[in-house]
């Protein structure tokens, strides 16, 4: 596997790593076309284009250490971007401002397109979280190294703003918001070739909402079951 997108997984001379480094990029492909129990490991060994089909137990395990090297290589590749936007915020002032953090926690994903385009690592992410638990453990859990610090202190600025809110609460509202942002950048496309106003002012808007949501009070109240119908 050769191109820009090869040079940008690829940072280490050494042979493992480069070969780990295609396994990551063929399984978030993968995942994101096929789900992630429809993707078998041979299948991302032949997809890296590896000979042998066990490449990637050798290299990681099984699919669970797979999946935490997945997210653990994304989210270190945003760490940068938001350790600037972390410091920028901070001089202006911003740290308490809930659209200012949440714009920390997902607008790096904006950098994440593959060649083609694709936001395969959006469409992964966003059918785990659907389906299993969050790459991130609960708000409060020290990170253990190689660790995304900024992605905690932006955890943190946000556990504090909603010190009101149990926990739990704080963790699924986190997720939801997430689960928002990525429903659009995987669509993408549908509002670049679309009549409206463009990509950029959808995510806005939907930073937007999820600031919003985030700061909204919390009830505690049930949801009220639908009145059934009379025969």
């Keep these: 596997m050769s191109g820009p997108e090869q040079d940008e997984w690829s940072q280490s001379v050494t042979r493992s790593e480069r070969t780990k480094a295609r396994i990551l990029i063929a399984a978030e492909r993968l995942f994101a076309q096929r789900g992630i129990e429809g993707t078998s490991l041979r299948e991302i060994s032949a997809a890296a284009g590896l000979a ?128 928002g942002f990525l429903a659009v950048l995987i669509n993408h496309k549908s509002f670049e070739q679309g009549a409206g106003p463009g990509l950029d002012v959808a995510l806005s808007d939907t930073l937007e909402q999820i600031a919003s949501a985030m700061s909204a009070p919390f009830s505690g109240n049930a949801v009220r079951s639908m009145p059934t119908s009379q025969a």
């Design 52 to 179: 042998n089909t066990s490449s990637v137990q050798y290299h990681f395990g099984g699919k669970d250490e797979l999946l935490q090297g997945l997210f653990t290589h994304r989210m270190l590749q945003m760490e940068a971007r938001r350790g600037a936007m972390l410091e920028r915020a901070e001089d202006g002032g911003l740290l308490d401002d809930m659209r200012t953090l949440m714009d920390i926690i997902c607008l790096p994903h904006i950098d994440l397109a593959d060649r083609d385009g694709r936001y395969c690592y959006a469409e992964f992410l966003a059918q785990y979280l659907l389906r299993y638990r969050p790459p991130v453990g609960p708000i409060a859990d020290p990170p253990e190294l190689p660790a995304p610090v900024n992605l905690y202190r932006v955890q943190q600025l946000i556990r504090a703003r909603l010190d009101h809110l149990p926990e739990d609460v704080i963790v699924r509202r986190l997720i939801v918001a997430v689960l």
